[in-house]
């Protein structure tokens, strides 16, 4: 029981600490307008930025759960049961959520910034965008990846080759 005490305050610091630093943050910048916000969740709704984040409440309830059932797997059936009316309990926390990344938005755009950016995601090109993005980006990673096996090979013959040359047997 040691183990979750000190998991537990250790988690009341993390807390403290973060409330703190959103605290401060949010005294040293002025608020967005209204108008700034609801563009800036709009913007997120229209590119799908929200939907990173649906996962979240349901990842940290699992978490939690399985703190305890590390200490007592005999707590399963109550621990699914807590859980799922857990999730359910803070599903609507999310919105607290999608408002700190809107008000991040706007902390880096003007309002007109974030119109212009969402006329532009609203646009055929923006759309088109929006949904090539994910292929064009896997795509990418898998030439890099590729692309840096290649590199890494080379980089390799190159050094053994210096290395020879300076006396080491490989």
Same mark, same amino acid.
């Given at each position: 029981?040691?183990?979750?005490?000190?998991?537990?305050?250790?988690?009341?610091?993390?807390?403290?600490?973060?409330? !703190?630093?959103?605290?401060?943050?949010?005294?040293?910048?002025? +608020?967005?307008?209204?108008?700034?916000?609801?563009?800036?969740?709009?913007?997120?709704?229209? %590119?799908?930025?929200?939907?990173?984040?649906?996962?979240?409440?349901?990842?940290?309830?699992?978490?939690?759960?399985?703190?305890?059932?590390?200490?007592?797997?005999? !707590?399963?059936?109550?621990?699914?049961?807590?859980?799922?009316? !857990?999730?359910?309990?803070?599903?609507?926390?999310?919105?607290?959520?999608?408002?700190?990344?809107?008000?991040?938005? %706007? %902390?880096?755009? %003007?309002?007109q910034e974030l119109k212009d950016i969402?006329?532009?995601?609203?646009?055929?090109?923006? +759309?088109?965008?929006?949904?090539?993005?994910?292929?064009?980006?896997?795509?990418?990673?898998?030439?890099? +990846?590729?692309?840096?096996?290649?590199?890494?090979?080379?980089?390799?013959?190159?050094?053994?080759?210096?290395?020879?040359?300076?006396?080491?047997?490989?």
């Open positions: 029981m040691h183990f979750l005490q000190a998991t537990h305050r250790g988690a009341r610091w993390a807390l403290l600490a973060l409330s !703190l630093s959103c605290a401060s943050s949010a005294f040293a910048q002025p +608020q967005p307008s209204a108008a700034a916000m609801a563009t800036a969740k709009e913007l997120i709704t229209v %590119t799908g930025a929200n939907t990173i984040f649906n996962p979240l409440i349901a990842g940290v309830v699992e978490q939690a759960k399985v703190l305890y059932l590390q200490q007592d797997p005999a !707590l399963a059936k109550d621990l699914n049961e807590i859980a799922a009316n !857990l999730r359910t309990q803070l599903a609507p926390r999310f919105t607290e959520l999608n408002d700190e990344v809107a008000r991040l938005y %706007t %902390t880096d755009f %003007t309002e969402l006329a532009f995601y609203k646009s055929p090109a923006g +759309q088109k965008l929006l949904e090539q993005q994910p292929k064009v980006i896997d795509n990418s990673m898998k030439f890099a +990846q590729t692309w840096a096996n290649k590199l890494s090979d080379e980089v390799v013959a190159k050094m053994r080759d210096e290395l020879k040359k300076r006396g080491h047997a490989l």
